[in-house]
């Protein structure tokens, strides 16, 4: 059913027996003057079209953290700068207006939130507090080697490639 109230001093009137007309005088502070549709569905539609989604959604994040917890906290570190390494690329892409799936920033961003969240969890089982932990990550930032993303070695080797296999062909 379609519920469509327009801000005005007429009175209610119902155009289709789906659709329905109404004024809305009783709100009389709002600055709205226009026409607002509701759409109302019925709960079971709701339920179906929102539960799958999510129930796959966290079966997908459930199999991501067992990954996750199943490395090692060096390991753990060094997908964390990969990540952020790729996330630096991306936003490179973005800036030079290059074509990227923009829908990466979010997946890498949580894939590192979900890392940082692991290695936090070992820090507590381990005691270490969280005056400790900061001064750990500041330690932690200080030794890391900058190092090019995977993505962009992937790119120079295919660009090493072309060149050989173009040097070769002369």
């Known amino acids: 059913m379609l519920t469509l109230s327009v801000a005005s001093s007429t009175s209610a009137f119902r155009v289709t027996p789906r659709t329905t007309f109404t004024s ?3 709100n009389h502070r709002s600055s709205f ?3 607002r549709i509701h759409h109302i569905l019925p709960s079971h539609i709701i339920r179906t079209t929102i ?12 199999e991501e953290l067992k990954e996750i917890r199943a490395k090692t906290t060096e390991e753990i570190n060094d997908e964390i700068v990969d990540l952020k390494g790729e996330l630096f690329m991306l936003r490179l892409q973005r ?6 799936k923009s829908s990466e920033f979010r997946r890498m961003r949580k ?9 936090r969890e070992r820090e507590i089982d381990d005691g270490i ?17 900058p190092r090019p993303p995977p993505s962009l070695k992937k790119l120079q ?5 072309e060149e050989a296999k173009e040097s070769a062909s002369a």
């Open 24 to 26: 809305s005088n009783i």
């Open 33 to 35: 003057n226009g026409v």
């Open 51 to 62: 539960t799958r989604p999510s129930v796959v959604m966290m079966a997908k994040r459930e």
């Open 95 to 100: 800036s030079a207006r290059n074509e990227f």
């Open 111 to 119: 894939r590192v939130a979900r890392m940082l969240t692991v290695k």
């Open 129 to 145: 507090g969280k005056r400790q932990s900061r001064k750990l990550d500041r330690q932690w930032r200080k030794s890391i080697v």
């Open 157 to 161: 080797e295919e660009e090493a490639a």
